[in-house]
């Protein structure tokens, strides 16, 4: 639904020369909730104001519904005709959201529908259905000044959703003050993801908001995305710098003859007790370094890391029955990670020792 290839942007002025996008290559699948993640100055914001051409790119193309914005794009000045319509298939909210105080919530929603030259009744009509998709119907004659600041967010997401755009971008727009506020505008972005079938890129510095909404996600640093995936992806790749961000857990082994191992888990494998069946089957004693478990959009996934006595040599099938189970196992602090996965990868659990 959304690609961006090899985009860059460029700013000039008379003594100097800041690179905000240094060739960014995103795809955004349809009907998906993307987040793009990294600090500030990462390029963050830029990026999403040249996926709608706001910002025009210096080189690269954007394409948005198989169109590409960049080819449509005319002088810095002026939109064209082709432009403008290809935007009004793309929504924007932001953390600020600007709503004229003299108008009402209602108006203010119809505030697009006037621009886009719908008649009064028909106007009317799409505003009141919009402010009861946003759970705003009874506020309609209330005033922003009158309004919470999450309620604000939700006037600007109605009137983001106005020309029934397919694509709904949202720079910081769940950066509101107080966890409640932002956990709602989160909810409400997923319910519209759902319901209207909407493909939503949102920029955030947050990772809880990766966490609590996203199917994919990518991280940005000095004007790259240096990875990208969906959050399963992400999970199972070792060495993740998101994955981390995401699912933190540190620890160290208590003994340089100790096998620490990382654990990824998800769906089913993440609410069964398989550290215990390990540690009784196998007769050995685990020990829980860190662990980060979370819901994310409706399932359970989580990291773990574990200390095993012994080499890597000793914990062989252990290691394999923990496979076996549908975990992702990873061996850490071991100086030939690699040879050693990859040999560990074809291990079978042997059977667990008789009691006698």
Same mark, same amino acid.
């Given at each position: 639904?959304?690609?961006?290839?090899?985009?860059?942007?460029?700013?000039?002025?008379?003594?100097?020369?800041?690179?905000?996008?240094?060739?960014?290559?995103?795809?955004?699948?349809?009907?998906?909730?993307?987040?793009?993640?990294?600090?500030?100055?990462?390029?963050?914001?830029?990026?999403?104001?040249?996926?709608?051409?706001? #910002?025009?790119?210096?080189?690269?193309?954007?394409?948005?519904?198989?169109?590409?914005?960049?080819?449509?794009?005319?002088?810095?000045?002026?939109?064209?005709?082709?432009?403008?319509?290809?935007?009004?298939?793309?929504?924007?909210?932001?953390?600020?959201?600007?709503?004229?105080?003299?108008?009402?919530?209602?108006?203010?929603?119809?505030?697009?529908?006037?621009?886009?030259?719908?008649?009064?009744?028909?106007?009317?009509?799409?505003?009141?259905?919009?402010?009861?998709?946003?759970?705003?119907?009874?506020?309609?004659?209330?005033?922003?000044?009158?309004?919470?600041?999450?309620?604000?967010?939700?006037?600007?997401?109605?009137?983001?959703?106005?020309?029934?755009?397919?694509?709904?971008?949202?720079?910081?727009?769940?950066?509101?003050?107080?966890?409640?506020?932002?956990?709602?505008?989160?909810?409400?972005?997923?319910?519209?993801?759902?319901?209207?079938?909407?493909?939503?890129?949102?920029?955030?510095?947050?990772?809880?908001?990766?966490?609590?909404?996203?199917?994919?996600?990518?991280?940005?640093?000095?004007?790259?995305?240096? #990875?990208?995936?969906?959050?399963?992806?992400?999970?199972?790749?070792?060495?993740?710098?998101?994955?981390?961000?995401?699912?933190?857990?540190?620890?160290?082994?208590?003994?340089?003859?100790?096998?620490?191992?990382?654990?990824?888990?998800?769906?089913?494998?993440?609410?069964?007790?398989?550290?215990?069946?390990?540690?009784?089957?196998?007769?050995?004693?685990?020990?829980?370094?860190?662990?980060?478990?979370?819901?994310?959009?409706?399932?359970?996934?989580?990291?773990?890391?574990?200390?095993?006595?012994?080499?890597?040599?000793?914990?062989?099938?252990?290691?394999?029955?923990?496979?076996?189970?549908?975990?992702?196992?990873?061996?850490?602090?071991?100086?030939?990670?690699?040879?050693?996965?990859?040999?560990?990868?074809?291990?079978?659990?042997?059977?667990?020792?008789?009691?006698?």
């Amino acid at each position: 639904m959304i690609t961006t290839t090899d985009l860059r942007k460029v700013y000039r002025s008379r003594d100097r020369e800041v690179t905000a996008l240094d060739g960014v290559d995103l795809s955004v699948r349809e009907g998906e909730v993307f987040g793009v993640v990294g600090r500030s100055g990462a390029g963050k914001s830029t990026l999403i104001r040249c996926v709608n051409l706001h #910002e025009r790119p210096t080189s690269g193309t954007v394409e948005v519904a198989g169109r590409d914005l960049t080819a449509l794009a005319g002088r810095a000045d002026r939109a064209p005709a082709a432009l403008r319509a290809a935007r009004a298939g793309i929504g924007m909210v932001s953390q600020h959201v600007s709503l004229p105080p003299s108008r009402t919530v209602q108006d203010n929603v119809e505030l697009p529908l006037e621009i886009l030259g719908v008649s009064g009744r028909e106007r009317t009509r799409k505003a009141r259905e919009l402010l009861d998709l946003v759970g705003l119907s009874g506020q309609a004659s209330a005033y922003p000044a009158q309004l919470s600041g999450g309620q604000r967010q939700r006037v600007g997401i109605a009137r983001a959703l106005a020309g029934r755009p397919k694509v709904l971008l949202s720079d910081e727009a769940t950066s509101a003050p107080g966890p409640e506020t932002s956990r709602s505008v989160l909810e409400l972005l997923r319910d519209l993801n759902r319901q209207l079938g909407l493909t939503v890129l949102l920029i955030t510095h947050e990772t809880d908001v990766v966490k609590a909404v996203c199917d994919s996600a990518a991280l940005m640093k000095g004007g790259r995305v240096v #990875e990208s995936g969906t959050v399963a992806e992400l999970l199972a790749t070792p060495g993740s710098e998101l994955a981390d961000q995401l699912f933190p857990v540190g620890g160290q082994p208590s003994d340089p003859d100790r096998t620490v191992v990382d654990l990824t888990f998800r769906g089913d494998s993440a609410n069964r007790p398989v550290i215990s069946q390990l540690a009784r089957t196998y007769n050995v004693d685990v020990s829980i370094l860190g662990a980060a478990m979370q819901t994310c959009d409706g399932r359970q996934i989580g990291r773990m890391r574990i200390e095993l006595p012994g080499c890597f040599e000793d914990n062989v099938v252990p290691i394999g029955f923990l496979r076996e189970q549908g975990i992702q196992v990873d061996i850490a602090d071991i100086a030939d990670t690699a040879g050693i996965a990859d040999a560990a990868a074809d291990v079978q659990p042997r059977p667990a020792p008789s009691s006698a």
